[in-house]
């Protein structure tokens, strides 16, 4: 049995579930979300829960998607109520970031400046060094944020790059310069 499968998912007020053949539509204060259900999974909707259900509790690939479209779900509901945001850090002396329209500048110290285009759904907001993404797509958010992230990942030796806010960078110690004299 999936322990997180198993788990109904509230749905808080204001919140409303709709299930039409293998589609899951969630509509909440912020926005809308919708979910193309696996064919072995089946979603019953009660009073204020929605439970998730597979054909065989027993098949080892029916309890990872059991669990999962439970998490997916879940996420759904929390996405459309309180959304989701990712803070990234932009260290680096002449590094920096601009947010312009529904465009992403990005000067990490290449020859050209980086431009990227926002996603639909998802805000971007920028203070001195300090990055943030919301939206109300959990995937979404962490995916553009793993973008930009990548464009220049910190290094271990001085810090400099793009971070997450949370993400602890493991420094490492430079080149040691031996005593003057001291070897042959």
Known sequence: MSRVGKKPVEIPAGVTA?????TLKIKGPKGELVLVVHPRVTIE?????????VKN??????????GLF????????????????????????????????????????????IEMEIPAGIEAKLEK??????????????????VI?????????????????DEVIRRKAGKVVKAVGGGK
Not at 70 to 93: D, W
Not at 133 to 144: E, K, P
């Open 149 to 165: 992230r990548e464009q220049r990942p910190p290094e271990p030796y001085k810090g400099k790059g793009i971070k997450y806010a």
């Open 57 to 66: 509790e027993d098949n080892k690939q029916d309890r990872a998607l059991w």
């Open 18 to 22: 709709d299930i039409k053949d293998q």
């Open 45 to 53: 909707k009660s009073d204020k829960e929605l439970t998730v259900k």
């Open 129 to 146: 060094n300090v990055l943030t993404l919301t939206g109300i797509d959990r995937q979404a958010v962490g995916q553009f944020a793993a």
């Open 70 to 113: 439970r998490a997916l779900i879940n996420n759904m509901v929390v996405g459309v109520t309180q959304g989701f945001t990712k803070v990234l850090e932009i260290n680096g002396v002449g590094y920096k970031a601009a947010v312009s329209g529904k465009k992403l500048v990005l000067t990490l110290g290449y020859s050209h400046p």
